[in-house]
């Protein structure tokens, strides 16, 4: 089945800590992205990358880093210097970049740093 | 800029009634794309809809509606006889060729109880 999956589905960190959470599709999108829920709140991009080895700061992109090596996987690290990192974290992907695309999200990791 | 406005914070219905989402968008271009998105108790948004500026036409899917008005920029959902599955949060979207096209904004979300 195509899709896109998330690991782990919970997380716990300790402050200070760098956390990478994964992210892998086998749609064959070229698009993907990095949002930030919080409670009450609609999604916040964080990074997003149009092609492999290319990569653009979202609205939220302070305290993150993310590498796009392979067509299929995006990974987030949270590093320590995101102030509050205790959120749910959602993946998406599209065929393209293109406004008009819609886009298709993974289970999300849920974060909680202590 | 863009803006995406979801007034209703939560929803309560009970099952079989009907209940409209309302959404008001902003934006200075002529192209662009909204969006409704669905998310379960799960937590995965799920794709529901997109329409392009040029068309607005309304759409129903079985018990969805949706209605697209430029001229009030609003693009409310509606849904006919709701169940219990349907309870889930609902978020309006909006993508539009002037943010570069990659980047979507999303709505609050509005909260959709329906009870047995």
């Known amino acids: 089945d195509g899709g896109i999956t998330q690991s782990p589905k919970y997380l716990f960190r300790k402050e200070g800590q760098n956390v990478t959470l994964s992210c892998e599709q086998n749609l064959n999108h070229d698009a993907m992205y990095w949002y930030r829920q919080d409670p009450g709140q609609g999604l916040r991009l964080i990074y997003y990358?149009?092609?492999?080895?290319?990569?653009q700061k979202g609205d939220i992109a302070e305290g993150y880093s993310v590498s796009r090596e392979k067509k299929e996987s995006f990974p987030l690290t949270v590093t320590s210097a995101q102030k509050n990192p205790t959120a749910f974290y959602l993946c998406?992907?599209?065929?393209?970049?293109?406004?008009?695309?819609?886009?298709?999200f993974g289970p999300g990791t849920r974060l909680t740093v202590t | 800029a863009q803006k995406v406005t979801q007034a209703q914070t939560e929803i309560s219905v009970v099952e079989k009634e009907d209940v409209t989402l309302d959404c008001v968008y902003e934006?200075?271009?002529?192209?662009?794309?909204l969006f409704w998105y669905k998310q379960p108790p799960s937590g995965e948004l799920v794709f529901l809809i997109r329409?392009?500026?040029?068309?607005?036409q309304n759409e129903i899917s079985g018990r969805y509606s949706w209605n697209f008005q430029k001229s009030t920029s609003s693009f409310n959902f509606t849904i006919t006889a709701s169940q219990v599955v349907d309870s889930a949060v609902y978020f309006c979207a909006l993508s539009a060729s002037h943010t570069g096209g990659f980047k979507t904004i999303f709505g609050a979300g509005t909260r959709l109880f329906v009870k047995a």
């Open positions: 934006t200075r271009d002529t192209t662009y794309y």
């Open positions: 990358s149009q092609i492999v080895n290319d990569f």
């Open positions: 329409r392009n500026s040029f068309d607005e």
């Open positions: 998406a992907s599209s065929p393209a970049g293109g406004s008009g695309n819609e886009q298709y």
